[in-house]
């Protein structure tokens, strides 16, 4: 039986992490596979609350650090495993590296290795791709009005150059997203398209 892979984009808020992983979902399905979509805050009750604490500029760092990690937690045993153990290429829209990004940067009380800690027991990705975007691009990008509390500026400055630091110890990989978004996806396609293949996974529906 073949391995489906689980897939990640992550980056700055802003940097089009949905749009892509949704128009990665359909071109893939396009292709006869069987596609998972989801994402992280997740739709259970932790992940709700997760989202109302990112509003929340009082709430501890490490208590949003903690609840990410349960979230994550929840999250891949109860929905990303089960996929994939039903045949299902699974794709999140972020996943363990914004918790190293974000909440390693809130302060300098929280480290990248304690990030790690309260993750241990969640599967890793098989693919992660980094979307990289000029912070200031990506700020503009957003269309609501209620920001939560990383999106400004200077937070997402660091933020950004540690996703980059990340992504050249990790291996991952890494697309400019401030170009148009075919061109963008094209090159998300193309990513994936040889990771399958370096799996030994066949396109159902290409000769």
Not at 84 to 92: K, M, R
Not at 171 to 195: L, P
């Amino acid at each position: 039986m073949n391995k489906f892979p689980f897939i990640v984009c992550d980056g700055i808020d802003g940097s089009g992490t949905s749009t892509h992983c949704r128009l990665l979902s359909g071109f893939l399905e396009t292709q006869g596979f069987k596609v998972h979509l989801t994402h992280e805050p997740s739709n259970s009750e932790v992940g709700i609350l997760l989202r109302k604490y990112l509003l929340d500029k009082n709430i501890p760092p490490t208590t949003d650090a903690l609840l990410f990690a349960a979230d994550r937690d929840h999250h891949y045993h109860g929905e990303i495993k089960k996929r994939l153990d039903e045949g299902f290429l699974v794709i999140s829209d972020r996943y363990l590296e914004s918790s190293i990004i974000y909440q390693s940067l809130q302060t300098k009380d929280i480290s990248e290795d304690w990030i790690k800690c309260i993750n241990r027991f969640v599967g890793k990705p098989d693919l992660t791709i980094i979307l990289d975007i000029d912070p200031k691009i990506a700020l503009e990008r957003k269309q609501s009005k209620e920001m939560d509390k990383f999106e400004n500026l200077p937070f997402l400055i660091k933020a950004r150059e540690l996703y980059l630091k990340r992504a050249k110890s990790e291996g991952y990989q890494v697309i400019t997203s401030d170009d148009i978004i075919e061109i963008v996806q094209e090159k998300v396609q193309e990513i994936v398209i040889k990771k399958l293949k370096s799996l030994g996974l066949s396109f159902p529906k290409v000769n």
